[in-house]
DNA sequence: TTAAATTTCGACTGATCGTTCGAATAGTTT
DNA sequence: AAACTATTCGAACGATCAGTCGAAATTTAA
């Protein structure tokens, strides 16, 4: 016989011990100054086991970013393909990424800034992600088209907008995250929205 | 007698040499990546000359951080202390931001995103940056107050407009960077400005 | 129970790289 | 020119650490 389904899920389980200790060392060293020793002891595994689990130090880091891109890619899916107009669906999946950095917290300051400087061979992570900005730059362009956005040119649009939320979700002090309430309040105090202009 | 000026002229030269040379590689390498021998072929010098200038790789890089924040300060200064609105000054200290990014490509990047994950021991440019973020966010309270602004928590107006302006300048291609025009443009049209809603 | 497969791991290795050494060269002063 | 200072640098050192090895422990299958 081959290999049982338990065996395989327990394997899971401790690739995913690994990947949450490397996690916490990531974090507070950055890439090249994490250890393996150190991501073992925090994970609670000899350094050669790491090594039974994944190829790579940068494996270890791959398979974190690509876990958590399409974790939220997944999450994304249904707010994207729900039915409201094109402003408001932005504003919800700005609401469901702050809702998933809530959950994990870190791990949304190394999907989207880890990857900058990082010559890996491949980067499966990066499929979410060009289909993630590919879809708020879409609602972003239906939402210039249809007034409810001031007429401007879509990529600065998007870069401005990315930035912003960037800057709410994962400036500062982790204490105080930023509130769901506060995003929509925000985006809908600050962005000039034509349509409701008096 | 002592040394002469020209002489500490010409070592302030050479070190700056070494800082523009140590700025390339830490751009494509990152702090860690980056290696001694490679900064010291980038500026036309031996490795152990390198030493004789500063005393360790992290000086090096302290010191690229040093002058670009004071260099930005410094450029500052006169707009702060013009005396328009505070949301025009504040766009104005944009558009200046914007200007030395333009100047002095790649060195910005640097002087918002490196020193997340830095421990030095003493961090001087943080007293540029403390200063600044002071203004900026002083700057964002009084339009508040004005009305200039929506009335909104300015902690998180500080965090919003950090982020889009991040956004702008430094996301995306580098071969397109954004203009004054278009910075100016955007924050017009896209900040609801409540003294003039029609 | 015994054989086979899976999982674990401490010790070792080899490469990399920051830093130092010591000596050579160039420049300045007397 | 001689004495002194400032500058340059390749070679060597030593620490760190990713990744490997081979054997032991544990689990599963027969």
């Known amino acids: 016989m ?44 000899g350094k050669a086991t790491l090594y039974y689990y994944f190829h790579s130090k940068e494996e270890v880091f791959a398979a ?15 707010v994207i393909s729900g039915n409201e107009g094109p402003r408001q669906t932005f504003v919800n999946v700005l609401l469901k990424i702050a809702e998933n950095a809530k959950n994990r917290p870190g791990l949304f300051e190394f999907l989207f800034n880890a990857p900058k400087l990082m010559q890996f061979e491949s980067q499966p992570w990066k499929k979410y992600q060009h289909r993630m900005y590919g879809t708020i730059q879409g609602l972003l362009e239906d939402g210039i088209r249809e007034g409810e956005f001031p007429k401007l040119d879509s990529q600065l649009l998007f870069k ?34 034509p349509t409701k202009a008096e």
């Not at 916490?24 to 073992?40: N, R």
């Open 2 to 45: 081959s290999i049982s389904d338990r065996q395989l899920e327990e394997r899971k389980m401790r690739q995913d011990r690994i990947l949450s200790g490397a996690l916490e060392v990531f974090k507070s060293k950055g890439l090249e100054k994490a250890t393996m020793d150190e991501i073992a002891s925090e994970s609670g595994f």
């Open 160 to 193: 401005a907008m990315g930035g912003l939320f960037m800057g709410l979700v994962l400036m500062g002090d982790r204490k105080e995250p930023v509130s769901a309430r506060d995003v929509e309040e925000l985006i809908n105090q600050l962005i000039t929205d």
């Open 64 to 78: 974190i970013l690509e876990n958590g891109w399409e974790t939220l890619w997944t999450s994304l899916e249904p």
